[in-house]
């Protein structure tokens, strides 16, 4: 602002200066050398004066390109405030999607893959023939009693250590809709069959299981889960907690289930669900009957 100030002064200096006239004023003679003087001084403060108008309209004009900043600063302000909002919607689509994904198809067997293979491989090629004829010396060799392995992943059906599983919540966790929990605490996971990375439990053995969730709400939101088994609900708890109290939910479903089903614990509604190693833990467990 001190440069627009020594512009005002310019500006005021100027104007008293041409505004004396070398003539003679009421009560004071004036010579000819003063009015002599007098044209010099005002044909010498000509550029000044040329200079501070130009000065003038260069200060005019930024104020002009400022009020444009200004006007095009809230419009992007606005822009970013509207692409927030898509941003937000954009977001629960793509958690709708990843729910909707876990409806996949039962693993493609052992025995499909290794023929898939097969048909892959050019037996005509040398490297293939010398494989064949190894495996035709081997298989002589093998005596009549000898038994093939067993599969480490397919487990006799009477096994009591196939599909077994429990696992907690180790804190708090905001929910929204069709927002899939993630216990990230395995307390129990025979064969390896849950993942704590997105919470899903994928049926080894096809039987008949018993699953079971707790969940606990706070603050005045509802806390509404489902178990879900390939994207499909299967049963559904409801906790209704108030400002000064908490509310407990348990939920027990028995359900047949088939090798490679996904089952995991997600959320109908948003709500708070409360969880810590104090007062009470979001579960879910889940075991083979038959």
Known sequence: MDWLYFVFVLTLATRGTAEESPVEKAGTYTSQADVRNGDRTASSNAPLRHFVE???????????????????????????????????????????????????????????????????????????????????????????????????RVSPANSGEVGAF???????????????????EVLLDIGGNYNKADGVYI???????????????????????????????????????????????????VTSASVGDHVFIRSKYSGNLHSDNIYSNAMFSGWRLS
């Open 203 to 253: 049926v080894p053995v096809s039987g008949v299981y018993v699953f079971t969730w707790i969940t606990t709400g706070e603050s005045t939101a509802n806390v509404v889960t489902e178990l879900v088994i390939n994207g499909s609900p299967r049963g559904r708890i409801f906790s209704d907690p108030d400002a000064a109290h908490w509310d407990s939910s348990t939920g027990l479903i």
């Open 54 to 152: 130009s000065l003038m309209e260069r200060v005019e004009l930024q104020e002009i390109r400022l009020q444009q900043m200004e006007k095009t600063i809230e419009e992007n302000i606005e822009d970013l405030k509207r692409k927030d909002i898509r941003i937000g919607h954009l977001e629960r689509e793509l958690d709708e999607i990843k729910t909707a994904s876990y409806q996949i198809q039962p693993p493609v067997d052992e025995r499909q893959q290794s023929e898939a293979q097969d048909h892959d491989i050019n037996p005509d090629s040398p490297l293939e023939q010398t494989k064949s004829k190894i495996n035709g010396i081997t298989s002589r060799q093998k005596t009549k009693d000898e038994q093939p392995r067993r599969s480490a």
């Open 166 to 184: 429990s696992v907690s919540l180790s804190k708090n966790q905001d929910l929204h809709p069709n927002f899939v929990l993630t216990f990230d």
